[in-house]
């Protein structure tokens, strides 16, 4: 109990208390539900809740509690043909003396960002040993998708704008996310490779016949 009553006046310490605690129920309900959820239904009912509440938490984490309580944000620009698929905006670029970040909020943020991913792993391990193929397919969509984001703020985190304005800031990165478009565009090139393959094979076999 006088552990809770701490957490709970760090949490007042905050900057954002309201945002902060968003933040980390994000984290939490999907771990809690992932150990606990078989209790209020089957498989589909817990993968298909886990990966809202994931993918929620993603947006709101990327989107408003990154940009509030440590003033940074990113976002992947798969059409970008730099080094970088990656944009930054961060209190780098503007006058830093009027960029005030609550310790608090600092501290519970990156430790949520960085915990999050690793205790999944943990449960792919588990499931791995267990052999418990169908969660195993849960745990690496969740890990993936946490780990990403935790990933593109670190990046932010460690940018440094250049002179020449770019986004990016010239930072240039191992990951890249797969292009949908691309891939669309060269599955259409081998269906019509195919398509005209055997159009020439039957055109081929009819004037065989004559």
């Excluded at 905050?14 to 902060?20: G, K």
């Excluded at 999944?120 to 990403?148: D, E, N, S």
């Amino acid at each position: 109990m006088e552990q809770a009553r701490n957490f709970y006046n760090t949490i007042l310490k905050s900057s954002h208390p309201l945002l902060l605690t968003v933040h980390l129920a994000g984290k939490v309900v999907p771990i809690v539900f992932y150990i606990l959820g078989g209790i209020f239904g089957g498989f589909t009912v817990q993968f298909i809740v886990i990966i809202l509440l994931v993918a929620f938490d993603f947006y709101i984490t990327k989107n408003i509690s990154g940009r509030k309580l440590v003033q940074l944000r990113w976002w992947y620009d798969s059409t970008d043909k730099t080094n970088s698929n990656f944009i930054f905006e961060s209190f780098k670029q503007y006058d830093t003396s009027l960029a005030v970040i609550n310790p608090i909020d600092n501290k519970l943020f990156w430790w949520s960002m960085y915990l999050t991913p690793v205790i999944w792993f943990i449960f792919g391990i588990m499931c791995l040993l267990r052999l418990k193929l169908f969660y195993l397919i849960l745990v690496i969509a969740v890990t993936f998708l946490t780990g990403c984001n935790t990933y593109g703020f670190r990046l932010c985190d460690r940018w440094e704008p250049n002179s020449n304005g770019s986004n990016d800031g010239g930072f240039t990165t191992w990951f890249q996310l797969p292009n949908m478009l691309d891939n669309l565009s060269n599955v259409g090139r081998v269906q019509t490779f195919f398509q005209n393959f055997g159009r020439g094979g039957n055109n081929s076999n009819a004037e065989a016949s004559v």
